[in-house]
């Protein structure tokens, strides 16, 4: 594929892209005549400089709605993809979205990473809209995309114009440019996650990706949009019954009948679903930790058929800017045990990646009928969580007693926390809490609460539970 335009500020950047994609020269990349100018690819590099940003984002706009063919157009940068996505939609004539394959790629990427993105096309991964659609779900902006006014009035600020000069130029009153200015501001300066809430009006996805997905996919990412997925909150508390944190856990709500994961999750095949649910479940989690000011810790499941992805650390890497160094501990991602380490090698890389960010990883399923190999001198996961069907057997079985006094004894000596799950009977309780550092999380302890039964539960529960008790009803 021929890339006919790059557009950069930088010239290392620009001189770079024409070398390798011969680019014949700076004339051939003029929008006119328009019957002579007919591009199947244009790269643009984003910077974070604002001006920059602003004025080559301004510059893509320009050239799109002055085209009349199907382009292909790679964004490289950092930048937020909902940001471009929503002032890329607000600008550029709808006929002429259509016919546009948007590509986004971080600022590491290779020229020879951009021809390949060029001649596969995007895919679900690497679509702009896609990107932006799952940082919606993540609450990252919730409003519109720059206006056209916003957007010029930015860039003239930032060139130096003042208000008077802007308004004569114009003929808008100062206030309508200093209204302009503060709302063009607010939506540029909005690339970290601070509203923490979905803006279900946006409808950013790249339909030809929407409709690769199966049928009960398509459902799921609907019900996303739509609200009707929403997590509960299941109580942990430790060896005194003193709360400690929180695990989260999807349900779907369709035909006013609530479904469980075990009825839902196993028709999500593609990735990009597991990505929408993460991305989902990480929103809710850091709602709750700000909201509790860390006081709890907050896990969420992450996919096996994520672990291995880079874009899952990604998405981890720009949650993170939402926390602090204190309440970041406050975020769990714990990992099933039938996670295939040897399979996929770089899971150890993704895990000691995340944990690097400040993060807490634990195990989950421990000991469990389907128990897979997991290099324990590899990866050291901050947490440990007992499956169910150990904990049941330990009531008749010693070896499996045995194995969980052994690692909760190597939990008490590495000051990690060890967790027994499926705590539903109090003879499970009086069978391990002679476990000094052992924490139960369980329909006895309480079952799963919605989000507007939290604020009660905990103030009840003055962070104390009895046994056989359960505050949630």
């Known amino acids: 594929m021929d890339v006919s335009i790059v557009i950069s500020e930088c010239a290392f950047f620009k001189n770079g892209i024409r070398e390798y994609f011969n680019i014949r020269s700076e004339g051939s990349t003029e929008v006119e005549p328009k019957d002579a100018w007919l591009p199947e690819a244009a790269v643009v590099h984003l910077p974070r400089h604002e001006p920059s940003f602003l004025s080559t984002l301004n510059e893509i706009i320009k050239v799109l709605n002055e085209s009349e063919n199907r382009i292909t157009v790679v964004f490289v940068t950092n930048a937020s993809a909902l940001l471009i996505a929503k002032t890329l939609t607000a600008n550029v004539k709808k006929k002429i979205l259509r016919r546009i394959d948007f590509i986004i790629a971080p600022v590491s990427c290779t020229m020879e990473n951009v021809d390949k993105l060029l001649k596969r096309g995007s895919t679900i991964h690497t679509c702009l809209m896609c990107n932006a659609f799952l940082e919606n779900v993540m609450g990252k902006m919730t409003s519109k995309g720059m206006s056209s006014r916003e957007l010029q009035v930015l860039i003239n600020v930032y060139r130096g114009k003042d208000m008077r000069s802007q308004a004569s130029e114009t003929g808008l009153s100062i206030k309508s440019l200093y209204n302009y200015r503060l709302t063009g501001m607010k939506k540029f300066k909005r690339l970290g996650i601070e509203t ?278």
């Open 196 to 473: 923490l809430a979905t803006d279900q009006t946006s409808g950013i996805i790249c339909d030809r990706h929407f409709n690769c997905l199966s049928e009960n996919e398509r459902r799921f990412v609907n019900a996303v949009a739509a609200d009707d997925i929403f997590m509960v909150f299941q109580p942990i508390v430790n060896h005194n019954l003193r709360l400690q944190g929180f695990e989260l856990l999807v349900r779907w709500v369709e035909d006013t009948a609530i479904k469980y994961p075990g009825d839902f999750l196993p028709g999500l095949r593609s990735k990009y679903p597991w990505m929408v649910l993460t991305a989902f479940a990480l929103r809710h989690a850091i709602k709750m930790i700000k909201r509790y000011q860390g006081r709890y810790y907050f896990s969420v499941n992450l996919p096996n058929q994520l672990i291995h992805e880079q874009g899952l650390v990604n998405m981890l890497a720009a949650a993170r800017s939402s926390l602090t160094n204190q309440t970041c501990k406050s975020l769990v991602l714990e990992i099933n045990e039938k996670t295939s380490f040897e399979h996929h090698p770089e899971v150890i890389d993704n895990i000691n990646s995340i944990q690097n960010m400040g993060y807490r990883v634990f195990l989950d399923d421990c000991f469990s009928a389907k128990s897979a190999f997991f290099p324990v001198r590899d990866v050291k996961f901050d947490g440990y969580k007992i499956d169910i069907s150990a904990v049941n057997d330990s009531l008749h079985d010693f070896d499996c007693l045995a194995l969980i006094q052994s690692l909760q004894h190597y939990c008490s000596l590495t000051n990690r926390k060890c967790i027994a799950e499926g705590i539903d009977r109090i003879e499970k309780i009086n069978c391990l809490r002679h476990l000094s550092v052992l924490d139960f999380q369980g329909a006895l302890i309480s079952k799963p609460l919605k989000e507007e039964a939290m604020d009660q539960f905990i103030q009840e529960s003055n962070e104390f539970l009895k046994p056989g008790i359960s505050l949630a009803g």
